[in-house]
C-alpha cells in the first residue's frame, strides 16, 4: 500500500481513505448527489476509486448493497481497508477490468450503476507519465462504450446508469446510451459561476425506458465569490465534518 495513505472525514462518522493516486474531486460528490440512490438499490460502482461515490450514499443509508469495481490494485486495497476499518458490510469491492466481470458481478439484476469515468479519450492530449493517473485520466483500458455497454448489462429493466463527464462528449454518450437500450432521462449541466461555460455533465439513463429526456436546471458551484447555496446543501455533512 502506498506511504502517503490519509483519512478524509466525510461526516456522521464516516471517513474515506485516499492517496495521492486515488482521491477525489468535485465531480464525484456531485454525481453523487445526482444518482440520488434509494434504499432499495442494488449498486454497482465501476471505477470505484478509493470509493467515495458509494460512500457519500451509505453515510445516508444508502443503498441497499454496493459493489464496487475498479482494475487498480492500489485502488481496490484502499477501498478494502475504508469498508472494512469502518465494518461497512453491504460494500463488496472488487479487482477486475469492468470488460471482464462474467462470474464475479451479477447482470441483468441491478437498480443503479454509477461511473467517473476516465475523461479524455485514448489519443486525446498528453498521456500521464505516472501509468497509475494515466488509467484513472485517459481511456486507455476501456472506452467509453465499454463502460456504457457493462453498465447496461449490470441493470435490470429500468435501472438507472448515473454518470458524470465533459460536456464536449455528451452527444457520444448519450448516442452510445441509446445504443446499448439505456435511454437518457435527466440532463444537468454544471458550469462554475454564472456567464461561464458548463465544466461537467450529469446524465441519467435509464434500462429499456420510453423516451424523455428532463434538462434541470444548471447548477453553480459559486455565487459572488463564494459556494453557492446549493452547493453547501451538497456537500452538507461533507463540508460540516471540516468545521
Known sequence: MEQNLRKEPLGKGFFVYVTDHHTFGTDAVLLSHFASARQSDKMVDLGTGCGIIP????REGKPKTVTGVDI???????????VADQNIENFKIIN????????????GCNTL?????PYKAPNAGLKNPDSVLEVARHETKCTLED??????????????????????????????????????????????REGKEPWLVLLEGKRSANTGLRIEPTLYIEKDGEL????????????????
Open 96 to 107: 477486475s477490468n469492468l470488460t471482464d466481470l462474467k462470474g464475479k458481478v451479477e447482470f
Open 55 to 58: 460512500l457519500l450514499m451509505l
Open 113 to 117: 450503476v454509477t461511473c467517473n469515468p
Open 72 to 82: 487498480s490494485d492500489e485502488a481496490t486495497v484502499i477501498a478494502t481497508k475504508t
Open 147 to 192: 463502460i456504457v455497454s457493462v453498465g447496461s448489462r449490470l441493470l435490470q429493466t429500468g435501472g438507472r446508469l448515473c454518470m458524470c463527464h465533459r460536456p464536449e462528449r455528451l452527444a457520444e454518450l448519450m448516442a452510445l446510451m441509446s445504443k446499448y437500450k439505456v435511454e437518457p432521462k435527466r440532463l444537468r449541466l454544471v458550469a462554475q
Open 228 to 243: 453557492s447555496k446549493e452547493m453547501i446543501e451538497i456537500y452538507g455533512a461533507y463540508k460540516e465534518a471540516y468545521l
